[in-house]
Every structure is written in structure tokens, then in C-alpha cells.
């Protein structure tokens, strides 16, 4: 991306953060920012399951232990127990497992405390070095535990963002990489955690209620659904900032 592309990209960005603050408000966090540890292994147990599922889950995985060095002698198994509610019990505790795993080869604790040193693309690249962990839930780790400049790219954002006209990228992960580029400061949660809510209630996947949309008068997608709508009121909860 050319420096004026950048320029043009932040400008959208703020622009439709002010926007979705003007409907949706500022949308509140955590007064203590969570343990990285603990938001890599929520964000894995969010995975396809709604935020509640995976927030009963956690709850109850940390319920049922002392700390994250017990998951060194639990059996999948009995992880995959623990975590069910979260569905996709076996792929989750297989994932957790070798995620402690491995932190503990590698450090002797398991403890992320390291990255918080490190530039946002060395963190990157330090969390999706884990097998199992990618750059969603890496980037989640930077906004929600460091409270980084940096915006998750969930299948919310993805559809939203390229809808819009912020970046044309066919993959997730493409979207995380532009979009991220100088990401503007100190919105990056608003504006993820608002598009989020706007991608469950307007800019859905199928059918996009684009009369009653904050943004219609910035946006650039094309097929837009003008057909009046009304507004609906869904589940605002949102898990990593729970954790
Ligand atoms: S105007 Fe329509 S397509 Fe554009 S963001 Fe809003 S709901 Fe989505």
C-alpha cells in the first residue's frame, strides 16, 4: 500500500469509528487488562461457539483448577470434558494442550509475559509460532491483554471491512494484514467491538439491513438491501472482554 492509500484507509477507519460510537457508544473493557495466557486460551475456546458458551466454559476449566501448570497432567480427555460446552471439545483440548505444552518446553512456566516487550508484528509472530494458534487469536492477545493499536480480523470484521471499501482482501487473514497497517491509535477496541456488533445485527451475512445502517453514507458495497427494516436489540455480550 502507497503512503496516500494508508492516509485514505485511517481517515475511512476513523470516520466509520465515529459513526459506530455514535450508535452503538463506547463500548466498555475490562479495568484490568487479562492475562495473556488466560485470553489466548479463551479465544481458543471461542472458536465457532457463541460467547456465552465459551465464557461458561472458561469458567468452569478455571473453576476445576489450580492454574494453567495443572493442564501439563490433565488427559485431553478429561480437558475435552471440562470444555464441552464450548463444542469442538476434542479439537479445543487438543489445541490448549499443545499450547501449554509447548509454552512450558520453551519456558519452564506458562506465562506470555515475554511479548509484552516485543513490537506488535514480533509478537505476531512469536504466538502463531504455537500450533493452533493464528493470527485472529494472536491479535486478540495484542488488543485485549496489551492493549495494542491493533484490530482483530474476525469473520465480523472481515465481511464488514471489505464491504465498506476499507480493504479489498479475499482472506481473513489478507483483511488482519492491511487492515493493520499503522492502525490508527487508540480505537482499535471501539472499532472492532462495534463492528462485531454491527456484523451480528446489520451487515449480516446474507441479508444486509442496509436502511437502517449508521454507515450507509460511507460505504461502498455494492448489492445493498434498501428494503425498510427495523431495528432489533441482540446479545451485546462480548467474551474477551469478560476474561
Ligand atoms: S450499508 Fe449495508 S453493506 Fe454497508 S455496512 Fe451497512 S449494512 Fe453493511
Avoid at 475435552?80 to 479439537?91: F, N, P, R, V, W
Avoid at 488482519?176 to 491509535?185: E, G, V, W
Wanted: hydrophobic share 35%.
Amino acid at each position: 500500500m502507497t503512503q496516500k492509500e494508508i492516509a485514505l484507509k485511517n481517515n475511512k477507519i476513523i470516520k466509520v469509528d465515529k459513526l459506530l460510537k455514535k450508535e452503538f457508544g463506547i463500548p466498555q473493557r475490562a479495568e484490568k487488562l487479562p492475562d495473556p495466557v488466560d485470553l489466548t486460551i479463551g479465544t481458543i475456546l471461542s472458536q465457532n461457539t457463541n460467547d456465552n458458551n465459551s465464557y461458561k466454559a472458561f469458567k468452569n476449566l478455571k473453576q476445576s483448577i489450580n492454574n494453567w501448570n495443572d493442564l501439563l497432567n490433565l488427559s485431553e480427555k478429561e480437558l475435552e470434558y471440562l470444555i464441552k460446552i464450548a463444542g469442538l471439545g476434542k479439537q479445543k483440548a487438543a489445541a490448549i494442550k499443545n499450547f501449554v505444552n509447548e509454552i512450558y518446553q520453551k519456558n519452564k512456566k506458562i506465562n506470555l509475559d515475554f511479548i509484552k516487550s516485543m513490537s506488535n508484528e514480533e509478537s505476531i509472530r512469536e504466538l502463531t509460532s504455537f500450533k493452533g494458534i493464528g493470527v485472529k487469536t494472536a491479535s486478540c492477545v495484542l488488543l485485549f491483554s496489551l492493549d495494542r493499536d491493533v484490530c482483530p480480523v474476525d469473520t465480523h470484521v472481515h465481511r464488514t471491512v471489505n464491504r465498506l471499501g476499507i480493504v479489498s482482501e479475499k482472506q481473513r487473514d489478507k483483511t488482519y494484514f492491511s487492515l493493520n497497517i499503522n492502525f490508527p491509535k487508540r480505537i482499535a477496541h471501539s472499532f472492532h467491538t462495534n463492528l462485531i456488533k454491527l456484523g451480528r445485527e446489520i451487515c449480516k451475512p446474507q441479508k444486509t439491513l442496509c436502511s437502517i445502517c449508521p454507515l450507509i453514507a460511507v460505504c461502498e458495497y455494492e448489492s445493498k438491501n434498501l428494503e425498510p427494516a427495523e431495528k432489533k436489540k441482540s446479545n451485546a455480550f462480548m467474551l474477551l472482554d469478560k476474561i
